[in-house]
């Protein structure tokens, strides 16, 4: 099971940046895949979960309306919108599962088991 996060970068305050997690060694018809984020000196946090089985989503109130999860293009990926990026969405941003965990809702409140390397996404002017 690997999941691979890219995407990041700089952007300015405001910008939109789009992220992808390649997810491999499993189907995508069953866990749940979300995006977290940890920044210097802070807790990881979740900022959106999809559910496989029925593409629920779930986002903390602190992205909803700006961030948008969603299944990519390519198959077998997970994209994460940002839009009206703030110097507080400054973080490494994963991709992670919990296997055995199909909830979006559930991903996004536990601790994920399978993780990939994160992508930095630097908002600054």
Same mark, same amino acid.
């Given at each position: 099971?690997?999941?691979?996060?890219?995407?990041?970068?700089?952007?300015?305050?405001?910008?939109? +940046?789009? +992220?992808?997690? *390649?997810?491999?060694?499993?189907? +995508?018809?069953?866990? *749940?895949?979300?995006?977290?984020?940890? *920044?210097?000196?802070?807790?990881?946090? #979740?900022? #959106?979960? +999809?559910?496989?089985?029925? /593409?629920?989503?779930?986002?903390? /109130?602190?992205?909803?309306?700006?961030?948008?999860?969603?299944?990519?293009?390519?198959?077998?990926?997970? /994209?994460?919108?940002?839009?009206?990026?703030?110097?507080? /969405?400054? #973080?490494?941003?994963?991709?992670?599962?919990?296997?055995?965990? #199909?909830?979006?809702? *559930?991903?996004?409140?536990?601790?994920p088991t399978t993780r990939g390397?994160?992508?930095?996404?630097?908002?600054?002017?």
């Open positions: 099971v690997q999941l691979q996060a890219s995407g990041g970068g700089l952007v300015q305050p405001g910008g939109s +940046l789009r +992220l992808s997690c *390649a997810v491999s060694g499993f189907t +995508l018809n069953r866990p *749940a895949i979300g995006w977290f984020r940890q *920044a210097p000196g802070k807790e990881r946090e #979740a900022v #959106a979960c +999809l559910s496989t089985n029925n /593409d629920i989503t779930y986002y903390p /109130d602190f992205v909803k309306g700006r961030f948008t999860i969603s299944r990519g293009e390519t198959r077998n990926t997970i /994209d994460l919108q940002m839009t009206n990026l703030t110097p507080e /969405d400054t #973080a490494v941003y994963f991709c992670a599962t919990h296997l055995g965990q #199909a909830s979006s809702y *559930a991903l996004c409140h536990s601790r390397q994160g992508t930095l996404v630097t908002v600054s002017s």
